[in-house]
């Protein structure tokens, strides 16, 4: 039996962080296990605004303090959180159910993605001289102001990374945060959010407020100056809609049903690998993880049998350490759409290569990592997201039917191609519509570049997070133009007429300058 290995002090202080006064909780449990990890305590709505308004106070400072202060604090928390990573891995796994090493991807990401904010917010936000309108004789400046107080609302799947990507960047760029927590994996982001504490962000900066979506994740959004949303595209639509109502920007980072496709060029042993880690991961329980592999026709027996193999050869368990290569689904709902999509794929026709059943054994969320094959075209899991440990493999003749294939979806959060030649590989990769693509990786490479946008095409979301762009939605550009007062626009038809051709010859000249 897995036990929780943190003594309960751990998690009182930690749910003590929580804008709560309403009194009210709700109970967490272990997915491994079934039983009670903790009461969470719940905010009420006028939590939310108490924090909102403390949040803003709290800001001006904060935004006054410059970036090499907010790049200090920034970097001394990316040392706390790895200092102090066998206690959040050991959140993350008793709220999420996942193995160790999923865990771990999940904490290194919000560790890199606080090194890059940290390093880049000054040189991506900093004031810069724009072209006037007459070069010399006026001067314009571009400069970025804080948002103010920037409104996070995010999962149970991803805690620490999904939450510090979007907090940590709204710091860097000098803003406070109204943080919705997912009430399964509060406790995770708590602990994340105790190291940008401890290394000198007020407490008052980042509120982490918890409950229902509808009545306090509402309220974030519509107190907020701008929402960043991550979650499903059911939610993110209405989240993106409200967020319109009030004129506020929104990043919405949605759903996926994340294509790969495998060339018949490659070694398809050490492909296998790749490509089950990426459907599998967190048990697929991952925006970005692989729910459809189109293998090329000359390869797909080979390829079918190798990927059914090593999937049922992965050790399944309940362990805080790394003796399991996967855990189990987090919510009684997720086993629920699992079994439900496996059911529905076999009774319309798909052949089972490996898993397809619950296993109770080894705890009440545990199910096995499942490939099918022959799913057919009114298959539920076709086209729907799992968002669990099921995989599809299909055949393919030519690579215009791969990309088409890999296309036909509503969404296009991430795609992955394999292939030995790096620019057959590239070729297609420029033909998919996916705001990610891998090449002869999964998803790891692009998630983890925290120097380059991450997001979804279509119906996979709004805006970028990471990177440059990930900054900038955070920020109102504004820009200042100052006249040296060595001449004046015309402002009569009198000097109008005097200047109208000086004018002309002006923007002539500016033109053949090829002045922007
Ligand atoms: P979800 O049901 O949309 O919930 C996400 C968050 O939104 C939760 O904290 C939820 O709170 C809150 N919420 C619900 N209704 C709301 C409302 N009306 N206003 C404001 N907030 C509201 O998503 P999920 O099922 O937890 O997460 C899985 C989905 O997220 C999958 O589709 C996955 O692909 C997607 N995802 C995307 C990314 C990405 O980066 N693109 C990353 C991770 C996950 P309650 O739970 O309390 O309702």
């Known amino acids: 039996m897995a036990v929780f290995p943190q003594p309960q002090h751990v998690i009182d202080e930690l749910v003590g962080d ?16 079934g039983e009670k990890l903790c ?15 403390r949040a803003r106070l709290a800001q001006l400072a904060w935004s006054e303090a410059g970036f090499a202060h907010r790049r200090r604090v920034l970097l001394r928390a990316h040392d706390l959180l790895l200092e102090r990573r066998e206690l959040i891995l050991d959140l993350i796994q008793a709220e999420t159910g996942k193995a160790r090493l999923h865990a771990f991807e999940d904490l290194a990401q919000g560790v890199t993605s606080t090194r890059y904010n940290a390093n880049a917010a000054r040189r991506v ?17 571009v400069e970025y102001r804080p948002k103010g107080l920037v409104g996070v609302i995010t999962p149970w799947n991803f805690p620490v990374a999904l939450g510090v990507m979007d907090a940590g960047a709204a710091l860097a760029a000098g803003n ?31 509120a982490v407020v918890t409950g229902s979506g509808a009545t306090i994740g509402d309220a974030v959004v519509t107190t907020s100056d701008y929402v960043c949303f991550t979650g499903s595209t059911a939610t993110g639509i209405g989240v ?9 920007g929104a990043s919405l980072e949605l759903g996926g049903k994340n294509p790969m496709i495998v ?16 459907s599998f991961a967190s048990m697929g329980q991952l925006c970005v993880s692989i729910e459809r592999v189109y293998v090329q026709r000359g390869i797909f027996d080979e390829f079918a049998a190798a990927f059914a193999e090593r999937t049922a050869s992965l050790t399944q368990g309940a362990a805080f350490d790394d003796s399991t290569d996967l855990g189990s689904l987090t919510l009684p709902s997720q086993l ?48 729907v997201e799992t968002f669990g440990p099921v995989v599809a493999l299909y055949p393919f003749d030519t690579e215009e039917e791969a990309v088409l294939a890999a296309n036909d979806t509503e969404f296009g959060l991430n795609a992955s191609i394999f292939s030995g030649s790096r620019r057959r590989a590239r070729r297609l990769a420029s033909a998919l519509g996916a705001g990610s693509v891998n090449i002869n990786e999964g998803y790891r490479a692009t998630f983890g570049s925290a120097d380059a946008p991450m997001g979804g095409m279509k119906h996979s979301g709004l805006g970028r997070r990471s990177g440059p762009e990930g900054l900038l939605r955070l920020v109102e550009p504004r820009t200042v133009s100052e006249s040296r007062g060595l001449f004046t626009l015309a402002r009569t038809g009198k000097e109008a007429s005097r200047l109208t051709g000086l004018t002309v010859t002006t923007l002539r000249v500016l033109k053949a300058l090829r002045l922007r």
């Open 18 to 33: 929580i804008v709560s006064t309403s009194g009210e909780t709700a109970v967490v449990n272990l997915p491994y296990t």
């Open 39 to 53: 009461d969470l305590p719940l905010s009420s709505l006028d939590d939310v605004a108490d924090a909102a308004s």
């Open 125 to 141: 936000l900093k004031h810069s001289r724009r072209n006037a309108v007459i070069p010399l004789l006026y001067r314009t400046r």
């Open 176 to 206: 406070a945060v109204l943080h919705k927590a997912d009430s399964q994996a509060a406790l995770s982001l708590l602990a994340a959010r105790r190291a940008f504490i401890d290394a000198g962000v007020p407490a008052d900066l980042w």
């Open 240 to 248: 993106g809609r409200r967020a319109l109502e009030n004129l506020t």
């Open 263 to 278: 060339l018949d060029d490659v070694n398809v042993q050490r492909v296998v690998k790749d490509a089950v880690y990426a």
């Open 336 to 383: 629920q759409r699992v079994e439900e999509h496996v059911q529905d794929a076999v009774a319309k026709g798909a052949t089972l290569l490996a898993g397809g059943r619950p296993r109770p054994d080894l705890g009440p969320l545990f199910y096995e990592p499942t490939v099918l094959v022959n799913v057919s075209e009114d298959a539920e899991c076709r086209r």
